[in-house]
């Protein structure tokens, strides 16, 4: 049987699914001929009313004074109805609601930051720092060389570092941004391809990157495919950074968003910024050496029969020295030892023959030498000052906490003060000598 429903046919409804207001404006001829009527009306109700008032002087003046206020109240009546009927009453209505409706405010949506949790890693020398994941840890085979520094992160048991962070300093940096240069004009750069983009990180330009290669021919490819690697590049305060994060293709787009925050958490201090030490209140005096110093505050110190002292960060204590059989067997907890060195200023010892970056700071008004120490399982940045006419030494020791404290105490190290380079020169910025 055929449907008698005539499927073309539509009926017509407003959007708002309510019926249309009546149209109760007044036509423009019709008001023209009531405006009309209106003015002649005006005009010789007056007139009416100044006859009466003269002619009709027997007429009692009350009876005037009723026939005025009905003479007068259509007129003001009829004008008021025609300016009513000329609005319409819909429109008008709607021009109020708009103004007694209140604005709705959408509040936004709090943004997790994904990073929160995350460790974070400071370096006061290359003055810079940044977060990294919880769940990889930087290896003991990180450290720092003569031009510059590598930090490796991976996971437990993994072979293959996860992020670099590798810096080059000294005459070596040239050499790097020219190879920049080389990727940015050619997008490659020993037969390797790279797909480039410049990004502003922390507001400093970087280029950021992604490669692939093959596994075959790359020792670091993970198993089960080609190696996937972003990274970034670029020159900042006149050391090179090549920041990058190794991956494989069936994980890459997770590992993007990944490292991708890491370069967001990426903070670089400009080399002029010093720690205040004005607020430090505690002047430790050595009656045996003659010298003064100041310290953080919370900080502690322990001096020992010889006069050698140590300066102690809060939380040290997490650090106890490693028992013997464990990675970084004898390991001390970290602090600043400030001793004398029964040797002349000017002679080599087992220390400085391996000194590394070796420089000129001056405490005091005295010239010393500010060099870093590379060795295993511990590493150290010194500063040695001439002491008793350059007969022997006063040495400032400071271990490097970069790598041997995070390693060997991973679980601690978020509960120490800060102790670092930056704070170590800074300690030594308020030596005096006191004889």
Known sequence: MESSINNNVSIPTSQTGAPA?????????????????????????????????????????????????????????????????????????????????????VSPTPTVDPTANWKTYTNS????????????KISSTSGEFE????????????GMPILTVWLTTGDYVKGRQNDLNTILSTNKLDDYNYQISAKKIDGKNLYVYTQEFDSSSNKFAPPGGPLYRVGAL???????????YNSNKETSKQDQQIFDQILSTFKFLDQNQTIDSSSWALILTNKTYGYSVKIPNGWSYKENDSGDLSIIPPGADLFPPTQKSTPGEGQPSPAINISIIGKPFNQ????TKSAMSKYGLIADGVTGQYYFVAAAPMTWTNFDLPFNNGNKTLRFSFPNPFQ??????????????KFDEETFKQIISTFKFTN
């Not at 020398?125 to 990889?136: C, G, L, V």
């Not at 670029?234 to 990058?244: E, K, L, P, W």
């Not at 041997?404 to 003060?417: C, I, R, S, V």
Request: proline letters at 9%; zero cysteines; charged letters at 15%.
């Open 21 to 105: 207001p009546p149209n109760t404006t007044i036509p423009e001829n019709k008001i023209g001929k009531i405006i009309i009527v209106i003015l002649f009306y005006i005009f010789l109700a007056p007139i009416g009313l100044i006859l009466m008032w003269l002619w009709m002087k027997i007429w009692p003046r009350w009876l005037k004074i009723i026939l005025s206020i009905f003479a007068v109240i259509p007129i003001i009546g009829i004008t008021g109805a025609i300016l009513l009927a000329s609005q319409n009453p819909y429109k008008q209505l709607g021009k109020v609601k708009a103004k007694i409706t209140p604005t709705q405010t």
């Open 125 to 136: 020398k290359f003055r810079f720092s940044f977060k990294y994941p919880p769940d990889i």
């Open 147 to 158: 031009n510059g520094l590598n930090l490796e992160f991976g996971k437990e048991n993994s």
């Open 234 to 244: 670029g020159t900042i305060n006149n050391i090179f950074f090549d920041i990058f």
């Open 348 to 351: 080599p010892d087992i220390q």
């Open 404 to 417: 041997d404290f995070e390693t060997f105490n991973p679980k601690h190290e978020p509960n120490m003060a």
